[in-house]
């Protein structure tokens, strides 16, 4: 998501900050244009794998990635689940 990635950027050289300091400030106001912005990508995120947000995501990234290894060590095709136009 380019568009977080250059807020974020963008935010951190104006203020002269480490990459932190904005999710100290911003992230816990819903208001702020950085928690919109995550928003969007963890509802993006849910989309690409089928997930619903009331299911155990951290489960689910862990489920994921041991299968992942387990293609890998198998030498198999590992691709991601789907791309944003």
Known sequence: MTTLNDYH???MLA???GITDPYNA???EQASQL???HHALDALVLKAYDWK???DILRNLLDLNLELAEREAAVEKV????APA
């Open 9 to 11: 950027n963008d935010l």
């Open 15 to 17: 203020s002269n900050w």
């Open 26 to 28: 911003y992230y816990h």
């Open 35 to 37: 928690a919109k912005y």
């Open 53 to 55: 947000a009331s299911e």
């Open 79 to 82: 691709v991601g689940p789907w």
